[in-house]
């Protein structure tokens, strides 16, 4: 089956600094969400991308699906930033179940 | 526009009971997802409905766990027998069913302790 890889697994940040998270997967897919998993367990939907780029305030994603791989960009991280980012895959057109990459870990401290 | 609820939030049960968890979509999405996921792991796909009907299950899902969506609305997911291993956060899902559109909106979980 197909493989979503992110890197870098943990990341420490002060706040006010920019990072960038990437997703790489193995095969082609059908759509591609990336997700914020707060402390409390709840996924919230940061962005829809199957492909192209899209930008929400200070949080802005690219998806190459030719080159299989999505970018989310953070800039002006703040401590509320702090959580674990999930990509998460629909690997064919049709199957509509979601792959959910090995995560990022994000710390943003004060 | 609610969201995605989920009940109950929290499941404590002693190994061998069952138990059922309920989940309210998004009112008007067809679709509803049944995800799992344990600590540190990102969440696996269970089963999903288009309505009422059931058209995928992973092989996660043994035969101890059984998922209904009786009228096209809310979903209930039952586990038989629970095992230490079933502890877990049970995730679930909805999606619009618009076509190939597939933006899967999540609740906010219900986290299992088997005892």
């Known amino acids: 089956g197909i493989q979503v890889e992110q890197s870098p697994p943990d990341l420490i940040l002060q706040e006010g600094a920019n990072s960038t998270l990437r997703c790489n997967f193995s095969d082609s897919v059908n759509n591609l969400q990336w997700f914020h998993q707060n402390p409390w367990g709840q996924l919230i939907n940061l962005f829809y991308i199957p492909s192209g780029t899209k930008q929400n305030g200070r949080l802005s994603a690219t998806t190459v699906a030719t080159e299989r791989y999505s970018l989310l960009y953070i800039s002006s991280s703040q401590t509320t930033d702090s959580g674990v980012y999930f990509c998460?895959?629909?690997?064919?057109?049709?199957?509509?179940?979601?792959?959910f990459g090995t995560g990022t870990r994000l710390k943003v401290l004060a | 526009d609610t969201g995605v609820s989920q009940n109950p939030r929290h499941k404590i049960t002693k190994r061998g009971q069952n138990v059922t968890f309920r989940c309210d979509p998004i009112?008007?999405?067809?679709?509803l997802y049944w995800y799992r996921q344990t600590l540190g792991q990102g969440p696996e796909f269970l089963t999903y409905?288009?309505?009422?009907?059931?058209?995928?299950k992973s092989r996660l899902l043994s035969d101890r766990f059984s998922a209904e969506r009786p009228k096209g609305s809310f979903s209930t997911l039952e586990i038989q027998r629970t095992e230490q291993g079933d502890s877990a956060m049970y995730l679930c899902?909805?999606?619009?069913?618009?076509?190939?559109?597939?933006?899967?909106?999540f609740g906010p979980g219900t986290r299992l302790t088997v005892l």
């Open positions: 998460a895959v629909e690997p064919t057109a049709g199957t509509y179940k979601y792959i």
């Open positions: 409905f288009q309505n009422e009907a059931q058209l995928e």
């Open positions: 009112s008007e999405h067809n679709r």
């Open positions: 899902a909805s999606s619009s069913g618009a076509s190939s559109y597939n933006e899967q909106f």
